[in-house]
Structures are given as structure tokens and as C-alpha cells.
């Protein structure tokens, strides 16, 4: 049986690399890396988010790829009070929040922004026993 033990990264299809690399580093301050013949990612913790440009996708891809059709939770390493005036300060709509809900590990308290292809991401902190 295989057994998956954590993620290593994911791709998002964007409608503008820059853009979305100047809102991830400047929003939730993930390192912009440049890597094999140009592609960028976007490094935070162990983990990576792989970038593709709409219409110039690398193979293989999705079946469908398109900007803004992603949805996905971050764990934040500073409280979320912090996180929401950070969010505050930089004029960053919350979309919803702070509200519960149930990460991979249990209780998790979370808000939900747009990027700007109107990807939704949760932004969570962990919630103790």
C-alpha cells in the first residue's frame, strides 16, 4: 500500500506570473524562486507552489487548467489577529472570517481571501486542544 506523507507543491495556472508572484511575496510573504528555464514558484516552508502561464502550461498538466479555479488552506505560523491586520494594512479584503472549520489535523480558525485570478485561500492558524 503507498502511503502519501505530505506535499511537496502544487500548480496554480495564472493569468499573470508577476502579478501573482508580487501578491504572494508581498501578502503572504512567500520567496518568488526562479527554476529551470525560467518557470517561478513561490517557496514557503518544505513546501512550493509551481506557477504556469495560462495558454503556455507545462506538460503534463490538468485536463483543464485555468486561472482562479483553485481553493486551498495555508497554516500561518503568527496568530490570526496578526494575520488580519496584516491583511488590514495592505487593504486585502477578507472574503469571509474569522470563522472554524476543520483542517487536516483538527480545529483550525481561518479567513479567506482572493488572489488575483480569484483563487480563494484560506489562511488558518491551528486551534489547541
Do not use: W
Amino acid at each position: 500500500m503507498i502511503r502519501i506523507d505530505h506535499i511537496d507543491h502544487f500548480v496554480l495556472t495564472v493569468a499573470n506570473v508577476d502579478a501573482t508572484c508580487a501578491f504572494y511575496a508581498r501578502v503572504l510573504g512567500m520567496e518568488v524562486q526562479t527554476f529551470g528555464e525560467g518557470r517561478k514558484a513561490l517557496r514557503f516552508g518544505a513546501q512550493k507552489i509551481n506557477l504556469h502561464l495560462a495558454g503556455h502550461e507545462f506538460e503534463p498538466k490538468a485536463e483543464t487548467p485555468k486561472p482562479g479555479s483553485a481553493d486551498f488552506c495555508l497554516i500561518a505560523s503568527v496568530p490570526l489577529n496578526d494575520v488580519i491586520a496584516h491583511l488590514g494594512k495592505l487593504e486585502i479584503p477578507i472574503e469571509l472570517g474569522p470563522v472554524s472549520r476543520t483542517g487536516a489535523t483538527g480545529p483550525i480558525r481561518s479567513v479567506y481571501i482572493r488572489d488575483p485570478d480569484a483563487n480563494l485561500v484560506e489562511i488558518a492558524n491551528q486551534v489547541g486542544p
